[in-house]
């Protein structure tokens, strides 16, 4: 299962138990089922929890341990109460781009 975290609580989710695909599609922000104004609404498959101390993949999705993410991920980071998964993921895609920047490893 591929969980991530909600741009509008914070929180994590199912990518299977909401409308992440559908949005990610359109290009619109991930929210959890709670924060999705078409369904408004907590699924209820597992409790509502923040993202805070999830591990962030390249792809933006959390694990609640690193070595939980296949061999073929990259971590990019750990969701603080200040950086978000998204911010993990564009800060690791920035020092990619950019091999003089800010080390990876000093956003943990
Ligand atoms: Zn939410």
Redesign the pocket.
């Known amino acids: 299962m591929s969980l991530f975290q909600?741009?509008?609580?914070?929180?994590v989710?199912n990518t299977a138990l909401c409308h992440y695909w559908q949005r990610q599609h359109e290009r619109l922000p991930a929210?959890?089922?709670?924060?999705?104004p078409a369904i408004r609404a907590w699924h209820g498959h597992f409790p509502q929890k923040s993202a805070v101390g999830y591990w962030v993949d390249a792809g933006g999705h959390l694990w609640q341990r690193p070595e939980q993410a296949p061999v073929t991920y990259t971590i990019v980071g750990q969701v603080t109460a200040t950086d978000t998964a998204s911010v993990l993921v564009a800060r690791w895609k920035a020092h990619r781009g950019h091999p003089q920047g800010e080390d990876v490893d000093d956003a943990l």
């Not at 909600?6 to 929180?11: K, L, V, W």
Request: hydrophobic share 15%; net charge negative; charged share 25%.
């Open positions: 909600c741009t509008d609580c914070g929180g989710d929210l959890c089922s709670a924060c999705d």
